[in-house]
Protein backbone atom coordinates (compact mmCIF):
# COMPACT_ATOMS: atom_id res chain seq x y z
CA UNK A 1 0.00 0.00 0.00
CA UNK A 2 1.22 3.65 -0.53
CA UNK A 3 2.90 4.46 2.46
CA UNK A 4 4.31 8.08 1.44
CA UNK A 5 0.69 9.18 0.86
CA UNK A 6 -0.18 7.78 4.64
CA UNK A 7 3.14 9.87 6.13
CA UNK A 8 2.01 12.73 4.03
CA UNK A 9 -1.28 12.93 5.88
CA UNK A 10 0.83 13.01 9.16
CA UNK A 11 2.94 15.37 7.92
CA UNK A 12 0.13 17.35 7.21
CA UNK A 13 -1.69 17.26 10.15
CA UNK A 14 1.94 17.73 12.20
CA UNK A 15 2.09 21.51 10.33
CA UNK A 16 -1.11 22.37 11.84
CA UNK A 17 -0.02 20.77 15.25
CA UNK A 18 3.15 23.40 14.89
CA UNK A 19 0.48 26.03 14.08
CA UNK A 20 -1.74 24.94 17.38
CA UNK A 21 1.66 24.89 19.46
CA UNK A 22 2.41 28.73 18.12
CA UNK A 23 -1.26 29.43 19.29
CA UNK A 24 -0.78 28.23 22.79
CA UNK A 25 3.02 29.57 23.42
CA UNK A 26 1.25 33.07 22.70
CA UNK A 27 -1.26 32.00 25.24
CA UNK A 28 1.10 31.22 27.84
CA UNK A 29 2.71 34.16 27.00
CA UNK A 30 0.13 36.33 28.37
CA UNK A 31 -0.09 34.45 31.43
CA UNK A 32 3.49 35.37 32.07
CA UNK A 33 3.31 39.06 30.67
CA UNK A 34 0.41 39.09 33.42
CA UNK A 35 2.44 38.11 35.87
CA UNK A 36 5.29 40.20 34.90
CA UNK A 37 3.04 42.65 35.64
CA UNK A 38 2.07 42.06 38.82
CA UNK A 39 5.58 41.44 39.86
CA UNK A 40 6.50 45.25 38.81
CA UNK A 41 3.56 46.52 40.92
CA UNK A 42 5.32 44.65 43.91
CA UNK A 43 8.14 45.93 43.32
CA UNK A 44 7.46 49.32 42.97
CA UNK A 45 4.64 49.46 45.67
CA UNK A 46 7.79 49.12 48.18
CA UNK A 47 10.63 51.60 48.87
CA UNK A 48 13.79 49.28 48.60
CA UNK A 49 16.31 51.61 49.63
CA UNK A 50 17.99 50.59 52.45
CA UNK A 51 15.51 47.73 52.98
CA UNK A 52 16.13 45.01 55.32
CA UNK A 53 17.07 41.43 54.89
CA UNK A 54 13.80 40.50 57.06
CA UNK A 55 11.84 42.82 54.61
CA UNK A 56 13.59 41.70 51.40
CA UNK A 57 12.83 37.80 52.36
CA UNK A 58 9.21 38.66 52.95
CA UNK A 59 9.28 40.44 49.38
CA UNK A 60 10.82 37.43 47.87
CA UNK A 61 8.29 35.32 49.96
CA UNK A 62 5.20 36.95 48.59
CA UNK A 63 6.37 36.97 45.30
CA UNK A 64 7.06 33.24 45.38
CA UNK A 65 3.57 33.16 45.63
CA UNK A 66 2.66 35.86 43.05
CA UNK A 67 5.24 33.24 41.00
CA UNK A 68 3.86 29.91 41.80
CA UNK A 69 0.16 31.07 41.18
CA UNK A 70 1.23 32.48 37.72
CA UNK A 71 2.44 29.32 36.57
CA UNK A 72 -0.04 26.88 37.71
CA UNK A 73 -2.00 28.99 35.46
CA UNK A 74 0.38 28.08 32.65
CA UNK A 75 0.78 24.81 33.23
CA UNK A 76 -3.18 24.38 33.61
CA UNK A 77 -3.39 26.27 29.61
CA UNK A 78 -2.69 23.04 27.74
CA UNK A 79 -5.47 20.90 27.42
CA UNK A 80 -3.53 17.57 26.73
CA UNK A 81 -6.41 15.11 26.43
CA UNK A 82 -8.57 17.18 24.41
CA UNK A 83 -5.30 17.53 22.33
CA UNK A 84 -4.95 13.92 22.39
CA UNK A 85 -8.07 12.86 21.13
CA UNK A 86 -8.45 15.03 18.19
CA UNK A 87 -4.86 13.86 17.24
CA UNK A 88 -5.84 10.22 17.51
CA UNK A 89 -8.83 11.09 15.53
CA UNK A 90 -7.48 12.46 12.41
CA UNK A 91 -4.84 9.19 12.79
CA UNK A 92 -7.63 7.19 12.26
CA UNK A 93 -9.02 9.04 9.30
CA UNK A 94 -5.38 9.52 7.77
CA UNK A 95 -5.33 5.68 8.25
CA UNK A 96 -8.72 4.66 7.08
CA UNK A 97 -8.02 7.14 4.15
CA UNK A 98 -5.50 4.73 2.49
CA UNK A 99 -5.93 1.22 3.97
CA UNK A 100 -9.63 0.00 3.34
CA UNK A 101 -10.14 -0.99 6.21
CA UNK A 102 -12.47 -0.38 9.77
CA UNK A 103 -9.57 1.64 11.72
CA UNK A 104 -9.93 1.37 15.48
CA UNK A 105 -9.71 4.51 17.93
CA UNK A 106 -8.10 4.06 21.28
CA UNK A 107 -10.24 4.67 24.40
CA UNK A 108 -10.46 8.35 25.57
CA UNK A 109 -9.42 7.08 28.80
CA UNK A 110 -5.97 5.32 27.37
CA UNK A 111 -5.35 8.56 25.51
CA UNK A 112 -6.11 10.45 28.73
CA UNK A 113 -3.22 7.99 30.68
CA UNK A 114 -0.92 8.64 27.73
CA UNK A 115 -1.47 12.46 27.77
CA UNK A 116 -2.15 13.10 31.59
CA UNK A 117 1.55 15.31 32.86
CA UNK A 118 3.23 13.79 29.60
CA UNK A 119 7.10 12.78 29.91
CA UNK A 120 9.75 14.90 28.68
CA UNK A 121 13.45 14.31 29.41
CA UNK A 122 12.67 11.74 32.06
CA UNK A 123 10.25 13.85 34.37
CA UNK A 124 6.92 15.23 34.06
CA UNK A 125 5.55 18.04 32.45
CA UNK A 126 4.12 19.39 36.00
CA UNK A 127 7.60 18.93 37.40
CA UNK A 128 9.33 20.69 34.50
CA UNK A 129 6.63 23.90 35.32
CA UNK A 130 7.38 23.41 39.25
CA UNK A 131 10.98 24.16 38.18
CA UNK A 132 10.53 27.28 35.95
CA UNK A 133 8.27 28.39 38.57
CA UNK A 134 11.36 27.86 41.19
CA UNK A 135 13.92 29.31 39.11
CA UNK A 136 11.81 32.70 38.17
CA UNK A 137 11.85 32.88 42.01
CA UNK A 138 15.13 32.05 42.93
CA UNK A 139 15.95 34.79 39.98
CA UNK A 140 13.85 37.41 41.28
CA UNK A 141 14.94 37.13 45.03
CA UNK A 142 18.39 37.26 43.78
CA UNK A 143 18.03 40.55 42.01
CA UNK A 144 16.37 42.61 44.74
CA UNK A 145 18.83 41.65 46.46
CA UNK A 146 21.47 42.50 44.39
CA UNK A 147 19.94 45.39 43.49
CA UNK A 148 19.59 46.73 47.18
CA UNK A 149 23.33 45.90 47.62
CA UNK A 150 24.27 48.09 44.88
CA UNK A 151 21.79 50.50 45.97
CA UNK A 152 19.72 50.69 42.52
CA UNK A 153 16.47 52.32 42.58
CA UNK A 154 13.55 50.75 42.58
CA UNK A 155 12.60 51.61 38.44
CA UNK A 156 16.61 49.63 38.02
CA UNK A 157 15.49 47.10 40.39
CA UNK A 158 12.87 46.43 38.09
CA UNK A 159 14.32 46.70 34.59
CA UNK A 160 16.48 43.67 36.17
CA UNK A 161 12.95 41.43 36.24
CA UNK A 162 10.96 43.31 33.50
CA UNK A 163 13.08 45.23 31.04
CA UNK A 164 14.93 44.23 27.90
CA UNK A 165 17.91 42.71 29.82
CA UNK A 166 15.47 42.06 33.01
CA UNK A 167 15.50 37.97 33.40
CA UNK A 168 12.19 36.72 32.53
CA UNK A 169 12.48 37.11 28.83
CA UNK A 170 14.63 33.93 29.39
CA UNK A 171 11.93 32.41 31.68
CA UNK A 172 9.32 33.21 28.89
CA UNK A 173 11.33 30.98 26.25
CA UNK A 174 11.80 28.45 28.83
CA UNK A 175 7.79 28.35 28.79
CA UNK A 176 7.61 28.50 25.22
CA UNK A 177 9.97 25.67 24.73
CA UNK A 178 8.11 23.39 27.76
CA UNK A 179 4.53 24.35 25.66
CA UNK A 180 5.97 23.35 22.62
CA UNK A 181 7.44 20.16 24.09
CA UNK A 182 4.35 19.31 25.65
CA UNK A 183 1.95 19.52 22.59
CA UNK A 184 4.64 16.92 20.33
CA UNK A 185 4.65 14.47 23.19
CA UNK A 186 0.79 14.18 23.59
CA UNK A 187 0.48 14.77 19.74
CA UNK A 188 2.90 11.26 19.40
CA UNK A 189 1.50 9.30 22.61
CA UNK A 190 -1.81 9.70 20.54
CA UNK A 191 -0.69 8.57 17.44
CA UNK A 192 1.21 5.69 18.92
CA UNK A 193 -1.04 4.31 20.87
CA UNK A 194 -3.47 4.70 17.09
CA UNK A 195 -1.22 2.67 15.75
CA UNK A 196 -0.50 -0.02 18.26
CA UNK A 197 -4.41 -0.36 18.26
CA UNK A 198 -4.36 -0.94 14.36
CA UNK A 199 -1.58 -3.86 14.87
CA UNK A 200 -3.62 -5.76 12.09
CA UNK A 201 -2.71 -2.76 9.65
CA UNK A 202 0.36 -0.94 10.88
CA UNK A 203 3.66 -3.15 11.56
CA UNK A 204 5.81 -0.94 13.27
CA UNK A 205 7.12 3.29 13.57
CA UNK A 206 9.59 5.04 11.33
CA UNK A 207 11.21 8.30 12.86
CA UNK A 208 11.06 11.61 10.85
CA UNK A 209 13.04 14.48 11.79
CA UNK A 210 13.50 17.74 10.41
CA UNK A 211 16.89 17.91 9.14
CA UNK A 212 18.35 21.39 8.97
CA UNK A 213 21.19 22.98 10.57
CA UNK A 214 19.22 23.24 13.90
CA UNK A 215 18.34 19.93 14.35
CA UNK A 216 20.03 18.02 17.35
CA UNK A 217 22.75 15.27 17.03
CA UNK A 218 20.42 12.79 18.97
CA UNK A 219 17.63 13.39 16.22
CA UNK A 220 19.77 13.43 12.84
CA UNK A 221 21.00 10.12 14.28
CA UNK A 222 17.69 8.58 15.34
CA UNK A 223 16.17 10.23 11.52
CA UNK A 224 14.52 7.23 9.52
CA UNK A 225 14.84 4.92 12.62
CA UNK A 226 12.51 2.08 12.85
CA UNK A 227 10.89 -0.22 15.12
CA UNK A 228 7.96 -2.56 15.53
CA UNK A 229 5.17 -1.99 17.41
CA UNK A 230 6.45 -3.27 20.80
CA UNK A 231 9.72 -1.08 20.40
CA UNK A 232 12.23 -3.21 19.06
CA UNK A 233 14.31 -2.45 15.90
CA UNK A 234 13.84 -3.31 12.52
CA UNK A 235 16.00 -3.33 9.45
CA UNK A 236 19.00 -2.66 11.14
CA UNK A 237 18.14 0.31 13.20
CA UNK A 238 20.43 -0.31 16.15
CA UNK A 239 18.97 2.47 18.62
CA UNK A 240 16.91 2.11 21.38
CA UNK A 241 13.12 3.38 21.17
CA UNK A 242 13.27 4.71 24.52
CA UNK A 243 9.64 6.12 23.94
CA UNK A 244 9.93 7.73 20.89
CA UNK A 245 10.31 11.76 20.13
CA UNK A 246 9.90 13.85 21.46
CA UNK A 247 13.65 13.26 22.78
CA UNK A 248 14.60 16.54 24.16
CA UNK A 249 13.18 20.02 24.55
CA UNK A 250 11.81 21.39 20.96
CA UNK A 251 11.84 18.31 19.79
CA UNK A 252 10.48 18.58 16.13
CA UNK A 253 10.83 14.55 15.04
CA UNK A 254 7.33 12.56 14.91
CA UNK A 255 6.68 8.94 14.56
CA UNK A 256 5.18 8.33 10.57
CA UNK A 257 3.35 4.60 10.52
CA UNK A 258 5.14 1.83 8.50
CA UNK A 259 1.97 -0.47 7.62
CA UNK A 260 1.91 -3.88 6.57
CA UNK A 261 1.31 -5.07 2.88
CA UNK A 262 -2.33 -5.55 1.18
CA UNK A 263 -1.69 -9.17 1.23
CA UNK A 264 -0.88 -9.22 4.85
CA UNK A 265 -4.11 -7.40 6.05
CA UNK A 266 -5.85 -10.45 3.22
CA UNK A 267 -6.75 -7.59 0.42
CA UNK A 268 -5.25 -9.14 -2.92
CA UNK A 269 -3.52 -6.25 -4.32
CA UNK A 270 0.18 -5.89 -5.38
CA UNK A 271 2.58 -3.78 -3.97
CA UNK A 272 4.60 -0.83 -5.66
CA UNK A 273 7.83 -2.91 -6.99
CA UNK A 274 10.28 0.12 -6.70
CA UNK A 275 11.08 0.28 -3.14
CA UNK A 276 13.31 3.01 -3.66
CA UNK A 277 10.61 5.47 -5.22
CA UNK A 278 6.82 5.53 -3.55
CA UNK A 279 3.79 5.97 -5.56
CA UNK A 280 1.51 8.83 -4.11
CA UNK A 281 -0.96 11.13 -5.62
CA UNK A 282 2.03 13.66 -6.31
CA UNK A 283 3.74 10.79 -8.69
CA UNK A 284 6.28 9.21 -7.98
CA UNK A 285 8.51 10.29 -5.33
CA UNK A 286 11.59 9.91 -3.01
CA UNK A 287 10.79 7.49 0.09
CA UNK A 288 12.93 9.89 2.57
CA UNK A 289 10.08 12.52 3.04
CA UNK A 290 10.76 15.52 5.29
CA UNK A 291 8.76 18.26 6.27
CA UNK A 292 10.78 20.49 4.01
CA UNK A 293 9.89 17.52 0.52
CA UNK A 294 6.92 17.28 1.68
CA UNK A 295 6.01 21.08 1.50
CA UNK A 296 8.11 21.10 -1.78
CA UNK A 297 5.42 18.86 -3.01
CA UNK A 298 2.59 20.57 -2.40
CA UNK A 299 0.67 23.51 -4.73
CA UNK A 300 2.28 27.00 -3.60
CA UNK A 301 -0.97 28.01 -2.14
CA UNK A 302 -0.80 25.21 0.07
CA UNK A 303 2.52 26.84 1.94
CA UNK A 304 0.67 30.12 1.14
CA UNK A 305 -1.85 28.64 3.63
CA UNK A 306 0.01 26.75 6.56
CA UNK A 307 2.67 29.77 6.58
CA UNK A 308 1.09 32.95 5.52
CA UNK A 309 1.66 34.41 2.11
CA UNK A 310 4.66 36.31 3.34
CA UNK A 311 6.11 33.76 5.21
CA UNK A 312 5.58 31.55 2.61
CA UNK A 313 8.06 33.70 0.32
CA UNK A 314 10.45 33.95 2.29
CA UNK A 315 10.53 30.20 3.61
CA UNK A 316 10.99 29.86 -0.29
CA UNK A 317 13.77 32.20 -0.46
CA UNK A 318 15.27 30.37 1.41
CA UNK A 319 15.73 33.06 4.65
CA UNK A 320 13.70 31.51 7.13
CA UNK A 321 13.10 27.81 8.02
CA UNK A 322 10.86 25.28 9.27
CA UNK A 323 11.87 25.68 12.80
CA UNK A 324 10.26 29.70 12.67
CA UNK A 325 7.19 27.48 13.32
CA UNK A 326 8.04 26.30 16.53
CA UNK A 327 9.36 29.16 18.01
CA UNK A 328 5.67 30.63 18.04
CA UNK A 329 6.30 32.87 14.82
CA UNK A 330 3.92 30.37 12.64
CA UNK A 331 0.32 30.88 12.25
CA UNK A 332 -1.31 30.41 15.18
CA UNK A 333 -4.21 27.30 15.31
CA UNK A 334 -6.56 27.22 17.79
CA UNK A 335 -7.62 23.61 19.32
CA UNK A 336 -11.25 23.92 18.06
CA UNK A 337 -9.49 25.33 14.55
CA UNK A 338 -7.13 22.11 14.38
CA UNK A 339 -10.19 19.55 15.23
CA UNK A 340 -11.89 20.97 12.36
CA UNK A 341 -9.77 20.94 9.65
CA UNK A 342 -9.59 18.10 6.80
Not at 3 to 21: A, C, G, P, V, Y
Not at 22 to 41: P, R, T, W
Not at 274 to 280: E, I, T
Not at 311 to 338: F, Y
Request: with cysteine; glycine share 8%; hydrophobic share 40%.
Amino acid sequence: MSEIELQDKILKHTLDLMRLSAHEQSEVVKILEQLEDELKQLLLSRDLSGASRAQINALAVQAGEVIKTGYATAARSLDTKALAIVIAEKTQLAIAAIIPTAVILPTPETLASLTDDVIIEGAQSSKWWSKQASDTAFKFAAQIRQGVINGETNEKIVSRITGKTGFMGVSRRSARTLVHSSVMASANNARLATYRKNSRLIKGVRQLSTLDSKTSDICIAYSDGEWDLDGEPLKGTSLPFNGGPPRHFACRSILTPIPKTFRDIGIDIDEPKDVGKRASSLGQIAGDTTFEGFLNRQPPEFADKVLGKGRADLWRAGKITLRDLVSGTGRPLTLEQLRKKG
